[in-house]
Structure formats: structure tokens, C-alpha cells
């Protein structure tokens, strides 16, 4: 079946706009991650959702950064007023169950945000 | 708190040859995963390879094999016979806990030499 998808690929922004990266997780899966990848560091974990419900935000690095997934299954990060340090690939990962340690997670191709 | 260290940013092999990834981490966890995770240049994250922390056997699939050592908290990737399509950023991470958000080391960038 299908794997991960994001949309955009890529997303250039002036500073102060807000923006909107997508995530399409594999069907079926509980489980949903987005990360942030800086450049030339490993990815960093932002929030996690088990179905609709967003267990833990404690990665977000700002009240400027907002994640949604209100039917759980596509996702949404919004970054509103966006600043020259956000500028990162963004990464989405799913897996299939909840709360599993042995669970794989899959990652999409990612979102390469720019601010300018 | 939970880190993961790749001490190598580069490295290099000639094909066929065989070379050997560091990772190291520390936790206080009893029950957690290990996984080295290649990143083409494409950016996709692909799984190569996983540990459980309990088990004592190391891992292997196919070329890729782990030198778990749990004591000394190392987990370092093999990969044999090293092939063009192996070129790309390796990163190690950690999961433990109900949760299982992936806590990833800086990745060691590997170039295969024709």
C-alpha cells in the first residue's frame, strides 16, 4: 500500500506568514509523529497523536507551532508567524499501533521548509 | 535525560569492503529499542535494522548486522560488502516507553567509493 505522504515538498516563506504542511499517514495507522530536522542534525521529536487525541506536545519549540489531526488520520502543522529558525525539514512518521515499543515507525519524504 | 551520540560525522568505504557505524546512549531505561535508520538523499527515512534492549543476540538483516553491547550502552551498525546504493546519512535512535517518540543521534554520513 501507500506509504507516508507530505504535501509541500518544499515551501519557501517570507517572514511573519504562517504556514500549513500536511500529513498523510499510512491507513490504519494509530500513531503519529512530526519531527524536525535541522540542517545536518538528526531529526528532533515534536508532538505525538494517537488517533485525534494529541498526547504530547512537549517538543513544540513555540506557541507559534500548532498540530492537528481532528479525524485522526491526516495531520496538519501549522507554523503561524514564521521566523528565520524554523527553517528545517519537517518530518512525519506513522505506525500502526498505540503504545507498542516494538512498533516501526515509517517516515514520509518530509516538508523542506525556508524562511526568508 | 536520554541522548544519543554518532562520534563519526563522516566515513568512508570502498565498495565491497565492510565498515563499522558508532552509536553510543545513555539511559536509565530498562526496556527500550535501538534502531539505525538510513536517509538517502531523497530525504525518505528508511528502517535498516532494530534491537530490543533485552535480547542478547545481536540483530541482522541480510548485510546489515549491530554489535549490541548493553553494559557499555554501544550499538554500533556493520554493513558488509558495502554497495553504491548504501551511500546516505545513518542515524541511531532510541525508544523507549509506552509513548515511543524516536530520540535520533546527528547521523554519520557514509560515501561508498566505487
Known amino acids: 500500500g501507500a506509504g507516508v505522504s507530505q504535501s509541500p515538498r518544499y515551501k519557501v516563506a517570507k517572514r511573519g506568514q504562517d504556514v500549513a504542511l500536511r500529513c498523510d499517514p499510512i491507513s490504519g495507522h494509530v500513531s503519529l509523529f512530526w519531527y524536525q530536522q535541522a540542517l545536518g542534525q538528526g531529526p528532533e521529536f515534536l508532538t505525538y497523536f494517537q488517533n485525534e487525541a494529541q498526547l504530547d506536545k512537549s517538543g513544540l519549540p513555540s506557541d507559534r507551532f500548532f498540530a492537528e489531526r481532528p479525524e485522526g488520520s491526516v495531520s496538519t502543522l501549522k507554523i503561524q508567524r514564521t521566523q528565520q529558525e524554523d527553517s528545517a525539514v519537517y518530518l512525519c512518521a506513522s505506525s500502526l499501533v498505540e503504545g507498542a515499543l516494538s512498533d516501526t515507525q515509517y517516515f514520509g519524504p518530509g516538508t523542506r521548509l525556508t524562511v526568508l | 535525560a536520554q541522548t544519543v551520540t554518532q562520534s563519526q560525522p563522516e566515513m568512508s568505504v570502498q565498495e565491497a569492503e565492510t565498515v563499522t557505524l558508532s552509536c553510543t546512549y545513555d539511559t536509565s531505561e530498562s526496556d527500550y529499542y535501538l534502531f539505525w535508520y538510513k536517509q538517502p538523499p531523497s530525504r525518505q527515512m528508511i528502517l535498516v535494522i532494530r534491537?530490543?534492549?533485552?535480547?542478547?543476540q545481536n540483530a541482522t538483516e541480510n548485510r546489515f548486522s549491530v554489535n549490541f553491547q548493553k553494559a557499555a550502552k554501544s550499538f554500533s551498525l556493520k554493513i558488509s560488502d558495502s554497495q553504491l546504493g548504501d551511500a546516505a546519512m545513518y542515524f541511531c535512535?532510541?525508544?523507549?516507553?509506552?509513548?515511543?517518540?524516536?530520540?535520533f543521534g546527528k547521523g554519520t554520513k557514509l560515501s561508498v567509493k566505487p
Open positions: 535512535a532510541y525508544k523507549w516507553g509506552s509513548q515511543g517518540n524516536l530520540i
Open positions: 534491537q530490543e534492549a533485552y535480547k542478547q
